[in-house]
């Protein structure tokens, strides 16, 4: 059988993260390309009692249908969290509970892009993200990310360039893949365009609680008075990814047709990890779990720095992240990190090139995205040695 496949999916391939993670799955790779969690961190053994407190208790809330905009006291306990970390949500704002950030960002876009539309994108950006996009035939158009978020010049000039530009999407805070904040001016500013021409802001924010310092930079939607900005949250990087919870945060109106593609996508999230969160949220000290996240990647960010400095060559660009999971590096020099990962593969390490992050997948690029969440001290260290042997030969030819 010859199968033909939709417009849609015709032109989507896998994710080049998920084919690294065949070789990462190898306990003798040192992997720096996910974006995982740490699982030291999963608060397992409490997830587990009130897993087992509601299927013994309450097995018909645990194992029946739910409704579609999610567990109601799991929203209000999202709504109370939202208002009082972000200083999100008006009377005219509205939340539904998604299977992940992931599904919030399919839903907006399946709610609000039509095929040709233009979705601006931080270049580089989420692959997650843009696939959404780019599988429903939107026109991505990228904007290129400074070490304080966006370069607004290039976003007005694409705003000029683009027909039907619908929305902006920007990871404001600990961007992923580059570890970059938006500064608030830019915030306001990015608003302000925003407004001006009649564009939706979609802000992604699954990192901002994980900020080393503790300084939190005010999100784009508490900025929002005129209703443009849908933010969408998570619980994969504060608790654990498996749960496949997240929510998204925007206007009523359009909550309410997310809610209509929901029910199309998958009916309701699941309602064991609803349950589980809203447990952890209201009887559990979720701040001080996520104060030992903020610990340990900051350790981890901070070793990785320190081997950069000592094994990389020395113009070798990189960021110098204040939270997240994640650094940005530009070797420059003409380079393809698409081809250097294999060398890099040879000496059992793996990275993620970083062409995967932008709008021509298929451009050569020169740069990368390096994770430090999920190894040991001694394996970034080492990792960061070897890969500092790839870069070094390749520079000198
Ligand atoms: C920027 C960004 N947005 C959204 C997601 C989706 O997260 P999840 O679907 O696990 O909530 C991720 C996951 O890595 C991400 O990096």
Redesign the pocket.
Known sequence: MNYTFSNRMSTMRGSAIREIFKYAADPSVISLAG?NPAPELFPAADLGDIATEYLHNEPVLSLQYGVTEGYTPLRDAIKERLKRVENIGTDNDELIVVS????G?ELVTKCLINEGDTVIVEEPS?I??TNAFRSYNAHLAGVPVEEDGMNLAALEKVIAENKNVKMIYT?PTF??PMGVTMSVEKRRALYEIAKKNNILILE?N??GELTFDGVKTPTIKSMDTEGIVMY?G????ILA?GL???FLCAPREIVAKAVIGKQISDVHTAMLPQLLAHAYLTRFDIDALIVKMRANYAHKCATMLSAMDAYFPKDIFYTKPRGGLFIWCDLGHNLDTGVLAKKAIEKKVVYVPGSTFMVDMAKPTSTLRLNYSTMSDEKITEGIRRLGEVFGEAISG
Do not use: E
């Open positions: 974006g992940g950030g992931q599904q960002i989420f997650g993200a990871i961007q992923n992604d699954p990192y969408s998570s619980f994969s990087k990814p496949r919870l997240g």
